[in-house]
């Protein structure tokens, strides 16, 4: 069973710095695509960043240049730095893991999740 672990939310203001974190358990992590969700209430949950087992990442357009995704296959940790922060960057955010199959920006398609992270952005 894999089990993901987020942590690292909080309040800060628009124009600051959070870094989640997220623990995997299993053995194969280093074989999974790893991805970070976000929902905010009243929306439906949405993509952030994902990165592949071999590194190759991506993001969507609303947080591109100002997150960077990144993993240590080593600790089986994958971490989203979130940079210059707005107000619109407000949410729960997930964690997830996909263990096969093309990689998919849409939440139905990721195996596993964490139970989320609360960030909370300031004007």
């Known amino acids: 069973q894999v089990q993901l672990v987020e942590s690292g939310g909080g309040s800060v203001q628009a124009g600051g710095s959070l870094r989640l974190s997220c623990a995997v358990s299993g053995r194969t992590f280093s074989r999974y695509t790893m991805g970070w969700f976000r929902q905010a209430p009243g929306r439906e949950r949405e993509f952030v960043s994902f990165i592949s087992y071999i590194g190759r990442a991506s993001y969507a357009d609303s947080v591109k240049g100002r997150f960077a995704i990144s993993r240590d296959n080593a600790k089986n940790t994958v971490t989203l730095q979130m940079n210059n922060v707005k107000p619109e960057d407000t949410a729960v955010y997930y964690c997830?893991?996909?263990?096969?199959?093309?990689?998919?920006?849409?939440?139905?398609?990721?195996?596993?999740w964490g139970q989320g992270t609360q960030v909370t952005v300031s004007s």
């Open positions: 997830a893991a996909d263990s096969s199959g093309p990689i998919t920006t849409w939440p139905s398609e990721w195996d596993y």
